[in-house]
């Protein structure tokens, strides 16, 4: 089993352009999780989504946009990449209920330098 | 605000034992997870505390105090393969989990 993938592997962007960060799960997970990693941060919440046709705002959605059209698939676009997005991009996925906390399964990362 | 405090660096020895505190304010609070984060790896969960207590799990052990927003880590007969970040994470009121910065975890031989 795969679990979570993610791609690509590290990109170098210019300033302006737009790109979109692909995540894909094969665990039939209905939450799905995009963070940024920035060093000496915590990670921050960008979107998430608890189940498939829905999404939500986390603690830093500026910039950055997501769709959830079916369950296996969360990609994150940047519409015009600006340097301090240069970070460490995580894609996680969780079998998230209601009344429950559970535990969140991480992608290996996407490294972005915007220039 | 919502807080999650750890400390940055700690650093010990092979065969020791090493304890790394988390304090947090969150609003609300639905259980505390630790993960262990290599270099260049994404993380990885290590436990999990919802009541007051310790959890033990092998070599890991990770105690919770609701009353004193407290958790720590402990980690025995460390092993070289144990230098990692170690993340302290909380599910707040909508299950959503606030990260602290993670404490980087040096072990010398």
């Known amino acids: 089993t795969a679990g979570i993938t993610q791609a690509p592997t590290s990109q170098i962007l210019a300033a302006g352009r737009s790109m979109t960060l692909r995540c894909t799960q094969d665990m039939r997970h209905n939450a799905m999780y995009w963070y940024r990693q920035d060093l000496g941060l915590g990670l921050r919440l960008i979107h998430y989504s608890n189940t498939a046709g829905t999404t939500g705002k986390g603690e830093v959605p500026d910039g950055y946009s997501v769709s959830r059209a079916n369950t296996d698939d969360f990609p994150l676009t940047l519409a015009s990449a600006v340097p301090s997005q240069t970070s460490v991009y995580f894609c996680?996925?969780?079998?998230?209920?209601?009344?429950?906390?559970?535990?969140?399964?991480f992608g290996p990362g996407t490294r972005l330098t915007v220039l | 605000g919502q807080n999650i405090d750890q400390p940055t660096e700690m650093t010990a020895t092979e065969g020791a034992i090493v304890q790394i505190n988390c304090t947090y304010q969150?609003?609300?609070?639905?259980?505390l997870f630790w993960y262990q984060q290599h270099a260049g790896e994404a993380p990885t969960f290590l436990s999990y505390n919802v009541l007051d207590g310790l959890e033990e799990k092998g070599r890991f052990s990770s105690f919770l105090s609701r009353s004193k927003g407290y958790s720590y880590l402990l980690l025995k007969e460390l092993q070289m393969k144990d230098s990692a970040s170690y993340l302290c994470?909380?599910?707040?009121?909508?299950?959503?989990?606030?990260w602290g910065a993670g404490t980087k975890l040096i072990i010398k031989p």
């Open positions: 996680a996925s969780s079998d998230f209920t209601s009344g429950g906390a559970d535990e969140q399964f």
């Open positions: 969150t609003s609300g609070f639905n259980g």
């Open positions: 994470a909380v599910s707040d009121r909508n299950y959503q989990l606030i």
